[in-house]
Nanobody, 123 residues
Framework: HVQLVESGGGSVQAGGSLSLSCVAS?????????MAWFRQVPGNDREPIAG????????YQPDSMKGRFTISQGSNKFVLNLHMNDLKPEDSGIYYC????????????????WGQGTQVTVS
């Protein structure tokens, strides 16, 4: 089991930047696993933004998300940051952190553990 806590959401003007952070915690384990950011904007299904394996942070990212969205690990490898630039009103939605313990970090449909989400509003 993994617990995920997101932070950093809020309101920003169009063209601005915002960073989100996710802290993952597991009891009695320090093994690496997959972490990713997703988002759900009104009218759309939840979609992946980018993910990585905490033990070897090669980033997996759909082409549609490349350019304005990047992820990075914190000094603690179980912290995953999302950096968003040139934000647009259509980026408004709920942003979720997710984790998957069984590998295949690029298969975003496998992610099983989810944070509560954090709201991002771009006006």
């Amino acid at each position: 089991h993994v617990q995920l806590v997101e932070s950093g959401g809020g309101s920003v003007q169009a063209g601005g930047s915002l960073s989100l952070s996710c802290v993952a915690s597991r009891r009695r384990s320090s093994e690496s696993f997959c972490m990713a950011w997703f988002r759900q904007v009104p009218g759309n299904d939840r979609e992946p933004i980018a993910g990585l394996y905490t033990g070897n942070p090669f980033t997996y990212q759909p082409d549609s998300m490349k350019g304005r969205f990047t992820i990075s690990q914190g000094s603690n490898k179980f912290v995953l940051n999302l950096h968003m630039n040139d934000l647009k009103p259509e980026d408004s939605g709920i942003y979720y952190c997710a984790a998957e313990l069984m590998g295949m970090c690029d298969v975003f449909s496998r992610y099983k553990y989810w944070g509560q989400g954090t709201q991002v509003t771009v006006s």
